[in-house]
């Protein structure tokens, strides 16, 4: 058997019912717990790949809530990195405790509501960045931004976008921001409306440090869940030095990981 891929999963939810769950939009997640994701990753060197850290991403049903996110954390392990919601009136001294718990970056949940809104985007990631070095994440049509918003995101001093932006109708914009440094991840295939091996391809063509890919588990509300052969997918329009850097190299960088001893070691989910 060749050498697995190694990878981070820049894109994944813990749902843990032991920890507050909000309604949103009258929907509540399934538990999917830190040994459910463990499990779900065992298939993944069946299409060559095997998850070696990743980044826990709070959800619009878990709202400003922390504590799931710091036992996951804790139950992952040192390649795991946290993407918390918080409002903009958060102290210094919280951001402080959750980047010593492992947190890593900001997100602003537009498409679903839950976080801070666009009015605070400026000043709080800059915050947050200035404090900590944290990056900011956004889950948002990209159809919905306009130049000015464009502009806003990709002044930031770290950016990126989830889910390939979302739409066919926002590549455009979204590869004018990529060429600007703001980051995409490639994830959620089950809820994007367009062919994401064109998206991933001209992604990388316009920034090969611009890409990261994610499993999105558990895929909550999406059309159909992350499939396997979703990243046997991008390995496929990819060369191996391309896939290297979209699998590990972009998302260890961005999320500031140090590099793992192996794809099986003992920081590995599986």
Do not use: C
């Not at 509540?28 to 790949?49: C, I, K, N, Q």
């Amino acid at each position: 058997m060749s050498e697995l891929q190694r990878a981070f999963d820049a894109h994944l939810h813990i749902i843990d019912p032991g920890h507050p769950l909000i309604e949103n939009n009258g929907f509540l997640p399934e538990p999917f717990t830190v040994a459910d994701y463990r499990a779900r990753l065992r298939s993944l060197p069946e299409v060559g790949v095997e998850i070696a850290g990743g980044a826990v991403v709070s959800g619009s049903f878990q709202g400003f809530d922390q504590g799931y996110l710091i036992a996951a954390l804790d139950e992952l392990g040192p390649n795991y990195v946290g993407v918390t919601q918080l409002p903009d009136g958060a102290t210094d001294d919280e951001i402080r405790e959750l980047d010593e718990a492992g947190v890593t970056a900001l997100r602003f949940n537009i498409a679903r509501g839950g976080s801070s809104t666009l009015d605070a985007l400026d000043g709080f990631a800059r915050r947050v960045h200035d404090l900590a070095g944290w990056h900011t994440e956004l889950y948002i049509d990209a159809r919905t931004i306009d130049d000015e918003l464009a502009d806003r995101i990709a002044a930031l001093p770290a950016a990126s976008i989830d889910h390939l932006g979302m739409h066919e109708d926002g590549l455009p914009i979204l590869l004018r921001m990529v060429e600007r440094g703001v980051k995409v991840k490639a994830t959620g295939f089950g809820r994007v409306e367009f062919d994401p091996a064109e998206a991933v391809r001209r992604i990388v063509d316009t920034d090969p440090t611009a890409l990261m890919v994610g499993t999105d588990l558990p895929s909550t509300r999406a059309r159909r869940p992350f499939a396997d052969a979703d990243f046997a997918l991008i390995r496929q329009v990819l060369t191996p030095a391309e896939a290297n850097a979209v699998f590990w190299t972009n998302a260890a960088k961005f999320y500031r990981i140090e590099p793992a001893t192996s794809a099986g070691g003992a920081d590995s989910a599986t």
